[in-house]
């Protein structure tokens, strides 16, 4: 590109914007006249009816109440509309292709931004949702011959210019002609800005891989499998939105289910959907999912106190209770549990009806053939069986009160042996003879990894109506957390579409994780992603992470920034005081975003306090907060897991802290969230995991 044709090329632009700009300024007005009519005929309307409402039969009631209703609807969907539009005001683009059908003679400039915005007089698309079908060429294509599908099939021709762009309000702050390779420029500046509290979005810069997944809207069951900072959640979020445009007609937003870690992060990836024009939907977590199939019945111990046990305490047999609870193999002695209690809670006995005998056997069988129903279905469908078999065998057919007396004796039959759910779980651990396996705390609080176990059990023995049966599609983040016993019961609970997300390296949690492997054992029939290139943190601090955790497959994106520094001090105070010289260092910079990040919630506390003697303004984190705020946060790695930060501090990097496998997760986990500036400190023996990563510098 030379540089007079790109000076004129970017006058023409202005001019353009300047066009879109008067035009958008235009629909604002007309769509504020259309609000305020709307409004002035609502409030007649509601005049009207409480003026005359004596003299009104019940049928013109019901008649204006319900044309009220529909005015408002319709003003609603106009107040929303006037939202997207000022949006698009403030940037009403980001990207240009030139495209010319084939069969066409000229190519038509296509601009593409967060929201459709079309000329009703004259019905031209100005701008056209990322979302729309012909939108998608600006990802997956450069300039060159080129295909999409559309709804009336699929579309051919040749992209002659991609230019990309980013706009404030009437500014043109960069603007870009892509011939060979799409975005790096625009990506490596947006890549390079300071983060926030909220997760951004990232239609401006979806990759080509990445829209893929967003628009892949046939699999049943997509698992999305990516490395650290590879934007699986972001395309998640991306791909709810896609969908709730392409299936506008069968799919709102209640729709839609996040099974999300904890608060903080619910909260973090909260205004993803708002920015992209759609409603936000719910989040739950597993304990309140939990607590939701137990009927609020069982009072039990959360995720992250269970988590704080394991890595604060010298706990073996917690360890060894959690890592069974947690293995493939638990789901097998699950059902065969349930088998043998099935057999146990029915004791079959011969039955005579008016001189006919009905031998146990017969009826045993039948009890067996019904085993998916529940109790008292599965009794029904039996008596019908029984019914049936009496009529062939002896030509008999039951009378009312032959039927009452059958219903009696299967009833008593049933009965033998029968236990409350929690005994029933309790005697799982002595038919398996490892009694030592169910701890309850005190009062009989449950531990966290007897939930879903327990829940299991209840799903199978006892007919449990799913409360989130009207759920069409279920997003699950963090995969690799969950374990077999959960996914069993979330499969069984949600029938619907799913999108799974997570990274095998990820794992916080190592006596109770899964791999890609298992869980795609659970979901047969799923289609499995993968994305290997990671755009969260500089090159220099994911050459540092690999050399924590290598893996093979990840690509670091090149953008540069400054090396990893691994800090040693002499003594703990020091290294608190070297902290907080980061901080200040923070407080003075351009970043919005400092964490110090540690392995237990202990470290974290000590760290904040350090903080907050030397008044230094910090929060602690811990599983009751709610939301994350920009400035200098203190966590463990545990909370830390799916947000980023520019700045990242990792104190106590020494041997005694990060030395097993867990430790390596955590402290991958820990130092994947930095975006731009990585340091870890330590006193005494710098941890062998670290050591292979770094050339120690010493601070003291
Ligand atoms: N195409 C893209 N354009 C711009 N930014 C991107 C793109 N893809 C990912 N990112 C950025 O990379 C960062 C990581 O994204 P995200 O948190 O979704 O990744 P992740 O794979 O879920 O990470 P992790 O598993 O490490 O928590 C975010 O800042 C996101 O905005």
Redesign the pocket.
């Known amino acids: 590109m030379n540089a007079p044709r790109h000076a004129s090329a970017r006058e023409q632009e202005a001019t353009h914007l300047e066009t879109i700009q008067s035009r958008l300024i235009n629909a604002i007005d007309d769509a504020e006249a259309r609000l305020s009519d709307y409004k002035q005929d609502i409030q007649e309307q509601k005049t009207y009816l409480a003026e005359n409402r004596d003299e009104m039969d019940h049928i013109e009631k019901i008649s204006s109440r319900e044309s009220i209703d529909q005015m408002v609807k319709t003003g609603d969907a106009l107040l929303a509309q006037k939202g997207r539009l000022e949006k698009l005001q403030r940037a009403p683009y980001f990207g240009r292709f030139d495209f010319r059908r084939e069969g066409e003679r000229e190519a038509s400039p296509i601009y593409i931004g967060i929201h459709h915005f079309q000329d009703h007089a004259t019905n031209r698309t100005h701008v056209y949702d990322w979302r729309a079908p012909i939108a998608s060429l600006f990802y997956d294509y450069e300039t060159g011959p080129v295909r999409f599908t559309a709804p009336e099939g699929d579309i051919e021709g040749q992209i002659s210019l991609k230019r990309q762009f980013r706009i404030q309000h009437d500014t043109i702050e960069l603007m870009i002609d892509s011939e060979v390779n799409v975005v790096d420029e625009v990506?490596q500046d947006?890549?390079g800005r300071a983060s926030d509290a909220n997760?951004?979005n990232?239609v401006a810069?979806?990759?080509r891989d990445?829209n893929a997944i967003i628009r892949n809207d046939e699999a049943p069951v997509l698992i999305i499998q990516?490395v650290?900072?590879?934007?699986?959640?972001?395309?998640a979020l991306h791909r709810i939105a896609f969908l709730l445009y392409r299936f506008k007609d069968t799919l709102s937003s209640d729709d839609i289910l996040i099974v999300s870690p904890n608060s903080v992060f619910a909260d973090y990836i909260s205004t993803v959907l708002p920015e992209l024009g759609e409603e936000s939907v719910n989040e739950v977590s597993m304990e309140s999912l939990a607590d939701t199939l137990l009927e609020g019945e069982f009072r039990f111990q959360g995720f992250f106190e269970q988590t704080r046990a394991l890595l604060e305490k010298q706990a073996p047999e917690l360890q060894r209770r959690v890592a069974f609870k947690a293995s493939a193999a638990m789901l097998e002695h699950l059902d065969a549990y349930l088998k043998h209690v099935e057999n146990q809670r029915f004791a079959a006995r011969d039955v005579w009806i008016e001189g006919r005998l009905i031998p146990a056997w017969l009826i045993e069988e039948a009890f067996h053939r019904h085993a998916s129903l529940a109790q008292r279905d599965r009794l029904e469908r039996v008596i019908r069986d029984l019914e049936a078999s009496m009529q062939q065998e002896y030509r008999y057919a039951l009378t009312p009160d032959d039927r009452q007396q059958l219903q009696k004796e299967l009833g008593a039959m049933a009965k033998t042996r029968r236990r409350t759910l929690r005994q029933t779980y309790k005697a799982f651990y002595e038919w398996l003879e490892e009694p030592a396996l169910f701890k309850p705390g005190s009062h009989g609080r449950l531990e966290y990894n007897d939930l879903f176990p327990l829940i299991y059990l209840k799903m199978k023995l006892e007919r449990i109506s799913s409360p989130y049966a009207r759920i069409k599609h279920l997003l699950i983040d963090e995969m690799q957390d969950y374990t077999p016993v959960q996914y069993a019961v979330l499969n069984r609970l949600f029938s619907c579409k799913k999108t799974i997300l997570g990274?095998a390296r990820?794992s916080v949690d190592p006596y109770s994780a899964s791999s890609l492997t298992q869980i795609r054992r659970t979901f047969l029939g799923s289609i499995c992603m993968t994305l290997n290139k990671s755009?969260?943190s500089s090159y220099e601090i994911m050459q540092f992470t690999q050399r924590i955790s290598h893996n093979p497959d990840l690509v670091a994106i090149e953008r540069h920034d400054e090396a990893p520094r691994v800090l040693h001090f002499t003594s703990r105070r020091q290294e608190a005081e070297g902290i907080i010289d980061e901080a200040h260092a923070f407080l003075d910079s351009s970043h919005h975003t400092l964490a110090v990040i540690c392995k237990t919630q202990r470290q974290a506390a000590y760290y904040h306090e350090q903080l907050a003697t030397a008044g230094v303004e910090a929060v602690l984190l811990d599983e009751r907060s709610q939301a994350l705020s920009r400035g200098i946060i203190v966590c463990t790695a545990h909370l830390a897991?799916?947000l980023?930060f520019d700045r990242v501090i990792v104190p106590s990097a020494e041997d005694k802290t990060y030395h097993n496998d867990m430790d390596r997760n955590l402290l991958y986990v820990a130092c994947?969230r930095a975006m731009h500036r990585l340091t870890l400190t330590y006193t005494g023996q710098l941890s062998t995991l670290i050591e292979a990563a770094s050339d120690t510098n010493s601070a003291s």
């Open positions: 990506l947006e890549l997760m951004k990232i810069t979806i990759q990445q990516g650290a900072g590879s934007g699986k959640t972001s395309i990274d990820q755009y969260r897991k799916g980023e994947t």
